[in-house]
């Protein structure tokens, strides 16, 4: 499960990037400069990577560190393959 603050801090994230994402829709609609939205749609993806982040160090020291310290072998090699297969980009 994750960590009460950790969900605090994505949420305040989200909502950010939600109002940031609302911007780039109403730069659109009023024909903004291309590379003005290109570079706000940067900031965004930016903001994601971060939440992303915070998500997943929450879920290495809690999910993956519990896995690793316990004595289930299977459940340990799960919380690696899925690691692996996040960072790797590849879905499980």
Same mark, same amino acid.
Do not use: P
């Given at each position: 499960? %994750?960590?009460? *603050?950790?969900?605090? #801090? #994505?949420?305040?994230?989200?909502a950010?990037? *939600?109002?940031?994402? +609302?911007?780039?829709?109403? %730069?659109?609609?009023?024909? +903004?400069?291309?590379?003005?939205?290109? +570079?706000?749609?940067?900031?965004?993806? #930016?903001?994601?990577?971060?939440? *992303? %982040?915070?998500?997943?160090?929450?879920?290495?020291?809690?999910? $993956?560190?519990?896995a690793?310290?316990?004595?289930? $072998?299977?459940?340990? +090699?799960?919380?690696?393959? *899925?690691? $692996? #297969? $996040?960072?790797?980009?590849?879905?499980?």
């Amino acid at each position: 499960m %994750m960590k009460t *603050e950790t969900k605090d #801090a #994505a949420a305040r994230r989200l909502a950010r990037i *939600e109002g940031q994402i +609302r911007g780039i829709s109403k %730069m659109i609609s009023d024909d +903004r400069y291309c590379i003005d939205i290109i +570079r706000q749609v940067q900031a965004v993806k #930016a903001a994601l990577a971060g939440v *992303e %982040m915070t998500i997943l160090d929450d879920h290495i020291s809690t999910c $993956v560190d519990h896995a690793l310290t316990g004595d289930d $072998v299977a459940n340990r +090699r799960e919380k690696v393959e *899925e690691l $692996v #297969a $996040v960072l790797g980009g590849r879905r499980k």
